[in-house]
């Protein structure tokens, strides 16, 4: 069964104070992994997609990495607009259109 | 460019009655998507529609049924809802490999 554990659950930072968010899986043949930015009463918002090991990906305070067995959402200096969870997912390949979500790390910027 | 329209984005029910979630999508994207999200948990597929004129179970389909109108249009239907229907409920749509567009949520309580 496809398994996506995001860590922290929740994670507090001080404006400018870099950190990473993690998503580690199991899944069987991947055929993509998303990271989603999703604000309070809103729908997710989709940020990146990775397809192999090794890929990274950025945009603007935000690059996220993947390995074979986990992704990180690296935040560079961030911002208290930056504040949201943050979730992370996973497609097996096969003809299922299966999207497994995980829980989301919930980061709160403070300036 | 509106993306994806749900409605309505609030709604009380009591247990027993039935009631139609509307989604609308103006991307013209072939693949179309019903989730519910609860308090812990990531957000779990109760039906798809992979293109116009078909669709498919998810992972939580019991109670609930749906309708590809057209290729813009997804309903899903409660037809006897319970309270454990009780979760926020969103739409998404894709046309790639690429991630979802989802909707602003449709928030439903059943008392």
């Known amino acids: 069964e496809d398994q996506v554990t995001q860590s922290p659950e929740a994670l507090r930072l001080q404006e400018g104070e870099s950190s990473s968010l993690n998503c580690s899986y199991t899944v069987s043949g991947l055929r993509g992994l998303f990271w989603y930015r999703q604000d309070p009463g809103k729908g997710p918002e989709f940020l990146f997609t990775l397809y192999s090991a090794g890929e990274e990906k950025e945009k603007e305070r935000l690059k996220a990495t993947l390995t074979k067995k986990e992704s990180f959402l690296h935040i560079t200096a961030p911002k208290p607009e930056d504040s949201a969870t943050y979730l992370c997912a996973v497609q097996a390949g096969g003809g299922y259109q299966k999207v497994t979500f995980g829980t989301g790390t919930k980061l709160q910027v403070i300036p | 460019n509106a993306g994806v329209t749900q409605t309505p984005k609030f709604q009380v029910l009591k247990t027993g009655q039935s009631m139609t979630l509307q989604c609308a999508q103006d991307m013209n994207h072939n693949s179309m998507y019903w989730y519910r999200q609860d308090p812990g948990m990531g957000l779990r597929l109760i039906y798809y529609?992979?293109?116009?004129?078909?669709?498919d179970k998810g992972e939580v389909p019991n109670g609930y049924n749906v309708s590809r109108l057209n290729k813009r249009e997804f309903s899903l239907r409660l037809e006897s809802a319970a309270p454990s229907q009780t979760s926020v409920y969103f739409c998404?749509?894709?046309?790639?490999?690429?991630?979802?567009?989802f909707g602003s949520g449709t928030r439903l309580t059943v008392v």
């Open positions: 998404a749509s894709t046309e790639t490999r690429d991630g979802y567009t």
């Open positions: 529609s992979a293109s116009e004129g078909t669709t």
